[in-house]
């Protein structure tokens, strides 16, 4: 038993990591501690000599459950980039919602554009339509007029036929009664005539007759004669020579008095040609009558047709103004019906946009009442939405309060959270350190105290053992190196006690992890109720936007608030200051293409610039806006007013007679009265108008030519209007004949 015992005892002995040198100092490694440990923790665990353990038995536990919080708080942190992470991931959709927003505003801008387009293009075709029907209208009034034109040449032909016909009427009826009376007095010579005539055949041929009669007694005597001459003498034949010549005179005269009455035979003769001529001309005269009345007829078919032609004239100026009429009428209607359209759209707008604030208000009105009396019903929605608006105004400055306090609060409580963070960082490292040194600590001391033990045990059996006596110098320096072992030792414990001791405790560890706790859960709650005030503060932001929106249109109340016209607007001057940009400049240089666009085309050129598409060369603008357009419009009324005037005129002048020019002399308006029967050019009247409306006949050469008749409707009437028509039919006596 003691040789077993001394060999334990020899072989724990040697097993010690007490040095042999006296001089070497006793160090133990962690690496040894731990190797002791694991080869004597079955040994010692057992142990109830142990004063550490028996002191503390759950201190492993509480380095677990630190390493447990620090998994946890490694969990939050990692939570907490995760809600970093998916707040970014939800900023990055909100920013991905917004970009797909503006391009999709950006879109709906275009389809407007192409929309506006469109609308100008239909707009457009249709000014063309009316251009079109305004040429339409045109050509027909331009045939109208070459229509009214022929016909008045037609009338004024008409006029002059049946002047020159009434003149030639008037010759024909003055050579008639010439006629007639010469044929009356030539009748009359005729008769005279033929009487003579008679009366001279019947002379004739009784001094033919008896002509005859003494021709043949005269031969008869010559015959006897003759006869007897053979048996007279010589005197006979003188009587009988005297008695022939007798004869021959008497005979000369006789045939003078035959070529006399042959003569009157002659004239007699002219008188019956005359006669026939006057028969001829009778013929012509019944002719020219039978031709006056086919003239007649003719004339009253022409002033048939002439009057069914005003009459159509009529019917076609009533046809164009019905037509003008219903085109005003029909532009007037669309015009109405537009508006009508609008109106409707409006009604639904205004009922679509009020319902929602009706339902949204908190006011007395109702969808009724809006619709029973809309201004009334939107005053008071107004007053409603403006006393929300300020109440929301409030509150959102309250809440900007509060979110301001509550982010100041955060961000203190984010430092504490920070600092305590750290604190309980460090103090997690140095209770970590601490608590390995603990641990080694507590392995060294269990090992010293095994180590003690075993060096007692060892001391005990050489203190028992008598028979060795001869290394009690050995064993004593041994036990010296034991003892400053032990002491060194025992040095080491206290100085780990105490370590121990000025350590944080596990209350003190307790109560910093339940304050951070508190504090995690207060900062939960923060974030919580920051994010409902953020949410909040958006939806009054939204609000607040939608209302100042609503007050930038015009909205406000005028008991509370005051508007400032300002001469410059200083967001323009602020704006055209910084327009700078490329895409700035780039806009102006397109708007300024497209002006000069604009207004070539206004004036009817083509032009195409570089920024415009192919297909809005085939529109048109006919623009009022531009300078172009306004004098186009000017000069469109001039030429309108100037045929309305000219027309106006023409009319005065064929219902009146009288052609009226206006003219300034002296600053006095002077009248111009040119009559439609004057016999001269420059027949005119002059009258003076005064300013209050009082009419003076001007003295000239064409007033002292009228009849004091005429003057009496001027003089003791005073009456223009009289004067005037009595002038008239003056110098229509003066220039036609009426016929009976």
Same mark, same amino acid.
């Given at each position: ?52 353990? %028996? ?8 380095? /677990?459950? *630190? ?46 554009? +192409? ?5 100008? &293009? ?7 339509? #009316? ?17 009214? %034109? ?13 002047? =020159? ?121 019944? *002719? ?34 019905? #037509? ?56 008071? #929605?107004?007053?409603?939405? /403006? ?87 050995? &064993? ?36 910093? =992890? ?61 704006? /055209? ?7 700035? =400049? ?9 002006? $000069? ?16 598409? $192919?297909?809005?060369?085939?529109? &048109? ?25 000219? /027309? ?6 064929? +219902? ?76 229509? =006596? ?7």
């Amino acid at each position: 038993m003691a040789e077993g015992k001394r060999t334990s005892l020899s072989s724990s002995f040697l097993c010690s990591p007490i040095p042999k040198d006296p001089s070497q100092v006793f160090f133990v490694d962690k690496s040894s501690s731990a190797q002791s440990k694991g080869t004597s923790s079955d040994d010692f665990l057992d142990d109830g000599v142990t004063p550490s353990k %028996a002191s503390d038995p759950t201190l492993p536990d509480r380095a /677990q459950q *630190q390493h447990e919080r620090e998994h946890e708080l490694e969990n939050e942190a990692k939570q907490q980039e995760k809600a970093s992470d998916g707040a970014r991931e939800k900023k990055r959709q909100r920013l991905e919602i917004e970009s797909f927003a503006v391009f999709k505003n950006e879109e709906l801008k275009r389809e407007a554009d +192409l929309l506006r387009i469109q609308l100008e &293009t239909k707009s457009q075709r249709h000014q063309i339509e #009316l251009k079109e029907r305004d040429v339409k209208l045109d050509q027909l009034r331009r045939q109208l007029k070459y229509a009214v %034109a022929a016909e008045d040449k037609t009338m004024k032909e008409l006029k002059n036929i049946v002047n =020159e016909h009434s003149v030639e009427k008037l010759q024909l009826e003055k050579r008639v009664v010439e006629l007639e009376a010469q044929l009356k007095l030539v009748e009359g010579k005729l008769d005279e005539w033929k009487e003579k005539a008679l009366e001279t055949t019947d002379q004739l041929r009784m001094h033919t007759r008896q002509s005859t009669m003494k021709i043949q007694l005269l031969q008869d005597e010559l015959e006897a004669a003759q006869d007897s001459s053979m048996t007279t003498s010589q005197s006979e034949d003188n009587i009988l020579e005297s008695k022939i010549r007798l004869l021959e005179s008497q005979l000369k005269q006789k045939s003078m008095e035959a070529e006399h009455m042959a003569s009157r035979m002659l004239g007699a003769q002219d008188t019956l040609d005359d006669a026939c001529e006057v028969r001829e001309l009778n013929e012509q005269i019944v *002719q020219l009558r039978s031709t006056e009345r086919k003239l007649k007829a003719e004339l009253v078919d022409l002033i048939e047709a002439s009057r069914s032609s005003s009459v159509l004239q009529e019917k076609l100026y009533r046809v164009t103004r019905k #037509l003008q009429q219903s085109e005003e009428r029909n532009a007037q209607s669309l015009e109405r019906i537009e508006k009508a359209m609008l109106v409707e759209e409006a009604h639904k707008e205004f009922y679509n946009y009020f319902d929602q604030i009706v339902k949204e208000a908190k006011s007395d009105v109702t969808l009724e009442d809006l619709k029973k009396r809309p201004a009334a019903s939107v005053v008071e #929605l107004y007053k409603a939405r /403006q006393n929300a608006f300020e109440m929301l105004f409030e509150q959102k400055n309250n809440v900007e309060i509060q979110r301001r306090r509550l982010e100041k609060h955060c961000e203190k409580l984010q430092v504490d959270l920070i600092t305590s963070s750290n604190n309980c960082a460090k103090l997690e490292t140095q209770l970590a350190g601490i608590q390995e040194k603990m641990s080694g600590s507590n392995d060294v001391a269990t090992h010293l105290r095994k180590i003690n033990a075993e060096l007692v045990e060892i001391l005990e059996t050489y203190g028992k053992d008598l028979d060795d006596e001869a290394g009690d110098d050995s &064993t004593s320096k041994r036990v010296a190196l034991l003892e400053s072992a032990l002491k060194q030792s025992e040095e080491l414990i206290t100085s780990m006690e105490l370590a121990q001791q000025s350590m944080a405790t596990p209350a003190i560890v307790k109560r910093y =992890e339940a304050r951070i706790e508190r504090l995690e859960k207060a900062l939960t709650h923060i974030e919580q109720d920051n994010g409902g005030l953020r949410k909040h503060l958006e939806k009054a932001e939204m609000e607040l936007a939608v209302f100042e929106k609503r007050l930038g249109k015009g909205e406000f109340n005028v008991e509370t608030t005051k508007i400032v016209h300002l001469a410059v607007n200083p967001t323009r001057e602020l704006l /055209q200051s910084k327009a700078t940009s490329n895409d700035v =400049e780039n806009l102006r240089r397109e708007n300024e293409a497209l002006r $000069a666009r604009l207004t070539k085309l206004t004036d009817g050129g083509d032009v195409e610039s570089p920024g415009v598409c $192919a297909e809005d060369k085939l529109t &048109t603008t006919t623009s009022y806006d531009t300078v172009d357009g306004l004098k186009k419009l000017n000069q469109r009324l001039k030429q309108v007013f100037g045929d309305q005037i000219r /027309q106006y005129r023409e009319a005065v002048y064929l +219902l009146t007679g009288y052609k009226v020019d206006l003219k300034k002399s002296n600053g006095m308006e002077m009248l111009r009265l040119r009559s439609m029967y004057a016999e001269h050019d420059d027949d005119d009247l002059l009258i003076r108008m005064e300013a209050s409306g009082s009419l003076e006949l001007l003295d000239s050469d064409f007033c002292s030519r009228i009849n004091q008749r005429v003057f009496a409707y001027l003089t003791t009437c005073r009456s223009f209007p009289a004067f005037l028509s009595t002038l008239t039919l003056h110098l229509f =006596e003066k220039q036609t004949f009426q016929g009976n």
